[in-house]
T-cell receptor, first 115, second 112 residues
Framework: DAGVIQSPRHEVTEMGQEVTLRCKPISGHNSLFWYRQTMMRGLELLIYFNNNVPIDDSGMPEDRFSAKMPNASFSTLKIQPSEPRDSAVYFC?????????????FGAGSRLTVL | QKEVEQDPGPLSVPEGAIVSLNCTYSNSAFQYFMWYRQYSRKGPELLMYTYSSGNKEDGRFTAQVDKSSKYISLFIRDSQPSDSATYLCAMSDPQGAQKLVFGQGTRLTINP
């Protein structure tokens, strides 16, 4: 398996522009997570899906952020409009939901810079 | 106060040294404890996980959980330059097992 695949790896954009980050989870994994990592705040959970259904979006910072999972093999995280404080590394992770510990497999991340 | 506290370091030790990485937490409901390793410009990868209290060993790595003190540790024996990375602790409770709470991460450098 190729693991969790994220694109783009790097994105530089100007304030006010729309940003779309993409994720392909591991085949067979039925849970998908979006995290944001910054030096100041570390790794923060934004939203997660089980079987393509959003379960908890309490970590989404503002209405400017939205996430979708139209099918089991694809998810997007959209920021519109983007702001400089959104600059961070955004990680997608997936897991096979079972009883017990939630073992996440992370993608390589999308590094976003908003100027 | 954060739910999980982890000294961000950086921590720099010579090759072959024993490394001790630690996290403290405030939520007594946490039962699942994990350590992730993150190399520069990469995503975190699971290193070890333990359930409830006790020790777990995997090669040069040992994870310890002391629930009475709300304190977890990761020990690395015979440290190698390839162990240089950021180590993040993560934990969750049985009710919210899918919502892992991560520590800030400790940046570790092993000097040859």
């Amino acid at each position: 398996d190729a693991g969790v695949i994220q694109s783009p790896r790097h994105e530089v954009t100007e304030m006010g522009q729309e940003v779309t980050l993409r994720c392909k989870p591991i085949s067979g994994h039925n849970s998908l997570f979006w995290y944001r990592q910054t030096m100041m705040r570390g790794l923060e959970l934004l939203i997660y899906f089980n079987n393509n259904v959003p379960i908890d979006d309490s970590g989404m910072p503002e209405d400017r952020f939205s996430a979708k999972m139209p099918n089991a093999s694809f998810s997007t995280l959209k920021i519109q409009p983007s702001e400089p404080r959104d600059s961070a590394v955004y990680f997608c992770a997936s897991s096979a939901r079972t009883a017990g510990a939630n073992v996440l497999t992370f993608g390589a991340g999308s590094r976003l810079t908003v100027l | 106060q954060k739910e999980v506290e982890q000294d961000p370091g950086p921590l720099s030790v010579p090759e072959g040294a024993i490394v001790s990485l630690n996290c403290t937490y405030s939520n007594s409901a946490f039962q699942y404890f994990m350590w992730y390793r993150q190399y520069s410009r990469k995503g975190p990868e699971l290193l070890m996980y333990t359930y409830s209290s006790g020790n777990k060993e995997d090669g040069r790595f040992t994870a310890q959980v002391d629930k009475s003190s709300k304190y977890i540790s990761l020990f690395i024996r015979d440290s190698q330059p390839s162990d240089s990375a950021t180590y993040l602790c993560a934990m969750s409770d049985p009710q919210g097992a899918q919502k892992l709470v991560f520590g800030q991460g400790t940046r570790l450098t092993i000097n040859p």
